[in-house]
């Protein structure tokens, strides 16, 4: 967890200052629970801040509708998935709705930019090709004992689940 927000003991600032003076950004980063989910929000805000050219703090209250919706369509440009280009969306709002609620900007531009269908009915996984599993399977030693168990498993894995993927007749 980020420890950037406990004031140190050796620090003689009272608690009330100590608080006012952290970043907005960390205030933020701190309600997540997971570290991966504060890496990806991150990230996304990041890259939307460097796409419309924000530099400071103060330029935020600047940012407009039309912002959110340029950098939806220039993600798709770049041929980001659906959830991908979702979950960037949702991470410019929820900052957003943080700084509505710190009364830093009034409203949340990303509030009404449509979000890309995702057919949640269907899960993609990515396919592994055939050079990503000769790796995979020459990856354990096959000098020792250890090895050829590994390298045994690996191989019946990647056999059972390409006959469960076939389709069954009935």
Not at 71 to 89: E, V
């Amino acid at each position: 967890m980020n420890h950037d927000l406990i004031p140190s003991p050796k620090n003689k600032i009272s608690l009330l200052k100590a608080i006012k003076e952290i970043p907005e950004e960390l205030l933020w980063k701190a309600n997540f629970n997971s570290d991966n989910s504060i890496e990806t929000y991150d990230k996304a805000i990041h890259s939307f801040l460097s796409f419309i050219g924000v530099s400071a703090p103060e330029q935020l209250r600047d940012v407009e509708h039309g912002h959110v919706i340029a950098f939806k369509k220039y993600l798709q440009n770049l041929g980001h998935s659906p959830r991908t280009i979702n979950n960037r969306l949702s991470a410019i709002s929820s900052l957003f709705n943080h700084l509505i609620d710190k009364q830093i900007v009034k409203i949340n531009v990303a509030q009404g930019v449509r979000r890309m269908p995702v057919n949640s009915d269907r899960v993609e996984a990515k396919v592994m090709t055939p050079h990503e599993v000769r790796k995979i399977l020459d990856t354990p030693d096959a000098e020792t004992l250890k090895g050829i168990r590994d390298k045994t498993i690996l191989f019946s894995r990647f056999i059972l689940s390409t006959f469960s993927a076939l389709p069954q007749k009935r």
